[in-house]
């Protein structure tokens, strides 16, 4: 990232600082992301909106859904503090398989605490390393604002399950047929962006019914696009 200070003294050289950014680049369950120590950087929130938008472009730099910030804890109750962002540069209060993520980037940037608490926009999350598979796990915030109703139309036979927040906003459509053929980013845009969500709008998963479990695909805001996977959408899914 480079920025040209103010040349003083009528000089028409161009002057120019260099800012190097250490990154990690991780993923979880296939959602990738940027993510940097920001106890060392400091960014504040517009630097971290344009750092996103800039380093998640998949065409001319490194590519990610988001961009993940490890910040000091803002509280006496947690040991760091999350800051995300999604793709596009806006804010995003929780991002699941981002969260598993920053565990590990955090214990592995020295914080020595095996089931760290942290703090982010959407509360409190709590995390616990499972020994047999050494795989992180996070508890977040309790569902709310669960509501069956007032959904706009699926498209494709999609019928609405329901609307709640699970640490972002997610809307839940049924799918009667193979969801393989659904054109998830053409009605996941089209319901992300009706009138009935604003101003936030909602992540949109798509499930389909099978005898043992089911199955998602889901388009998330900030993203505007398909994701791998979506932990928050897979809450959203279960509790609807």
């Not at 991780?26 to 960014?43: K, L, P, Q």
């Not at 998963?205 to 805001?221: C, H, I, M, P, S």
């Amino acid at each position: 990232m480079r920025e040209t200070p103010k040349v003083e003294g009528g000089s028409d050289v161009d002057q120019r600082r260099e800012l190097v950014v250490e990154f990690t680049k991780m993923e979880g369950a296939g959602n990738d992301f940027v993510v940097i120590d920001n106890r060392f950087y400091r960014f504040g929130a517009s630097e971290l909106s344009a750092l996103a938008k800039m380093l998640c472009d998949r065409r001319r730099m490194i590519g990610g859904d988001g961009l993940l910030a490890l910040d000091a804890p803002d509280s006496a109750d947690t040991h760091f503090r999350m800051r995300y962002y999604n793709a596009d540069g806006t804010l995003g209060s929780m991002c699941g398989n981002g969260a598993r993520c920053l565990v590990a980037f955090a214990r592995e940037s020295g914080i020595e605490r095996e089931n760290p608490s942290f703090g982010s926009d959407a509360g409190q999350v709590d995390s616990y390393l499972d020994h047999g598979t050494g795989d992180i796990g996070v508890v977040l915030p309790a569902p709310r604002d669960f509501r069956p109703d007032g959904l706009p139309p699926g498209g494709g036979g999609a019928t609405p399950v329901g609307y709640i927040w699970t640490g972002t906003e997610h809307v839940v459509y049924e799918v009667p047929g193979i969801l393989a053929d659904l054109a998830v980013t053409e009605l996941g845009r089209a319901i992300r962006e009706d009138p009935l969500l604003a101003p936030s709008g909602a992540n949109v998963n798509f499930v389909q019914r099978l005898a043992d479990g089911v199955l998602v695909r889901t388009y998330e805001k900030g993203v505007e696009a398909e994701t791998l996977a979506c932990g928050t959408g897979a809450i959203a899914v279960a509790v609807c």
